[in-house]
C-alpha cells in the first residue's frame, strides 16, 4: 500500500522523469509535436510534426548517414585507427 503523503511525490518524480525526455539535447533538433503544454497528454498533430521534420532536413541527414558519411569518432580512437596513414602522426 502507498501512503496519500508519497503520491505527491509519486507524481511530480514521474513529471519529472517524462519532462527530461522533453529536454533538448545538444547537437539534436527538438520537434514539438503539438501546440499543447505538455505533449505527452495531447494528441500528436501529424502535420505540423511532418513540417517539422522537412523542415529540420532529417530525411536528408538521415539517408546521408545510412550512406555511412556520418561517422564520428572521438578523436584519440580515429587517431589509434588512421595514425598509420601518415608519416606526420608517427
Known amino acids: 500500500t502507498t501512503s496519500a503523503a508519497s503520491s505527491p511525490t509519486r507524481a511530480r518524480a514521474l513529471v519529472s ?26 494528441v500528436v498533430d501529424q502535420q505540423r510534426t511532418q513540417h517539422q521534420v522537412q523542415y529540420l532536413g532529417l530525411p536528408e541527414n538521415i539517408r546521408v548517414r545510412r550512406a555511412g558519411f556520418a561517422y564520428r569518432a572521438e578523436y584519440h ?11 606526420e602522426t608517427w
Not at 17 to 42: K, M, N, R, W, Y
Not at 77 to 87: M, N
Open 17 to 42: 522523469f517524462i519532462e527530461s525526455f522533453a529536454a533538448p539535447v545538444p547537437g539534436f533538433p527538438t520537434i514539438q509535436p503539438t501546440d499543447c503544454a505538455h505533449p505527452f497528454l495531447g
Open 77 to 87: 580512437r580515429f587517431l589509434e585507427r588512421f595514425s598509420i596513414l601518415s608519416r
